[in-house]
């Protein structure tokens, strides 16, 4: 269920467009050995669904974003609707199927 007090999330922010459908936005950090895993999981989840787009953010470049997001763990995924809505939020390193249903609540 998609909370009004959700921020909403656009290019602005994320530094590219949202995807037609729903975007997967993953907050990494450098060294973060589960982000790599991360970041490919989202790229194959999101290449299999179509309007679908998968965004990664530097935390340590976007400490404002963060902040004013909760962000306290990386890898820290956000699943967006198309209207940029957070429907879902989850930190560490997801499974490929938990990725698929999450986006069953942002299409």
């Known amino acids: 269920m998609v909370r009004e007090d959700e921020p909403r999330l656009g290019a602005g922010e994320l530094g590219r467009e949202l995807g037609e459908r729903a975007t997967l936005v993953q ?4 060294f973060c050995q ?28 976007h400490l404002a974003l963060v902040r004013d ?10 699943v967006l609707d198309r209207e940029g809505r957070i429907v879902r939020r989850a930190s560490g390193q997801p499974r490929r199927a938990d990725v698929i249903a999450a986006l069953g609540k942002a299409v």
């Open 34 to 61: 589960p982000c790599r895993a991360t970041r490919r999981t989202l790229a194959e989840v999101a290449a299999m669904v179509e309007g679908v787009e998968h965004v990664e953010i530097d935390a340590e470049d």
């Open 69 to 78: 997001l909760g962000i306290r763990a990386t890898p820290t995924v956000l």
């Open 27 to 30: 907050f990494s950090t450098a």
